[in-house]
T-cell receptor, first 110, second 114 residues
């Protein structure tokens, strides 16, 4: 199959708290897992990605972890800020094309 | 320009009419995707072009949808006999690598079918 499942669909946190979004994929040959952020009315933009030869990658307040055995990967945002409010999409390349998850709407309450 | 350019930005059409949406990818990018995003929904894969390979059309929802990429650059998505359920934002994205690199999205073409 070529599914990329993402949850939760919505997430509300208080400013300063952490947020975690999880995705699962079905194609064990997938080797690249990006995360995109889409602010309201704007185009999606890459915020972080991870390749299958590593288990974790960090960039300031965001990190991504990958469990190839279980075929799932997660986005972690620490010390959330109001400007983190957006829709976040995970993706994976089953069959060689990039397929996106359903998206998670993150709301950070000040 | 430096980014992915899409036109028109907005298109209103009547049910049953044909529409063409255009995408100018970043120069030199070999990968080009079309996605559809309905209001408040996710990014639905439609079609993928990679270099001179045959396109992956597995996401096209019906035979009313087709796409071409001429000369490995500009792409056109055509929707024939439009239906109201075709109303959505159609996003084009290009990338420099096959399936393991950053995609750069255009602003999208918002299609409204009356």
């Amino acid at each position: 199959g070529e599914n990329v499942e993402q949850h939760p669909s919505t997430l509300s946190v208080q400013e300063g708290d952490s947020a975690v979004i999880k995705c699962t994929y079905s194609d064990s040959a997938s080797n690249y897992f990006p995360w995109y952020k889409q602010e309201l009315g704007k185009r999606p933009q890459l915020i972080i990605d991870i390749r299958s030869n590593v288990g974790e990658k960090k960039d300031q307040r965001i990190a991504v972890t990958l469990n190839k055995t279980a075929k799932h990967f997660s986005l972690h945002i620490t010390e959330t800020q109001p400007e983190d409010s957006a829709v976040y999409f995970c993706a994976a390349p089953p069959g060689g094309k990039l397929i996106f998850g359903q998206g998670t709407t993150l709301q950070v309450k000040p | 320009g430096a980014g992915v350019s899409q036109s028109p930005s907005n298109k209103v059409t009547e049910k049953g009419k044909d529409v063409e949406l255009r995408c100018d990818p970043i120069s030199g990018h070999t990968a080009l995707y079309w996605y559809r995003q309905s209001l408040g929904q996710g990014l639905e894969f439609l079609i993928y072009f990679q270099g001179n390979s045959a396109p992956d059309k597995s996401g096209l929802p019906s035979d009313r949808f087709s796409a071409e990429r001429t000369g490995g650059s500009v792409s056109t998505l055509t929707i024939q006999r439009t239906q109201q359920e075709d109303s959505a934002v159609y996003l084009c994205a290009s990338g420099g690598l096959a399936d393991t690199g950053e995609l750069f999205f255009g602003e999208g073409s918002r299609l409204t079918v009356l």
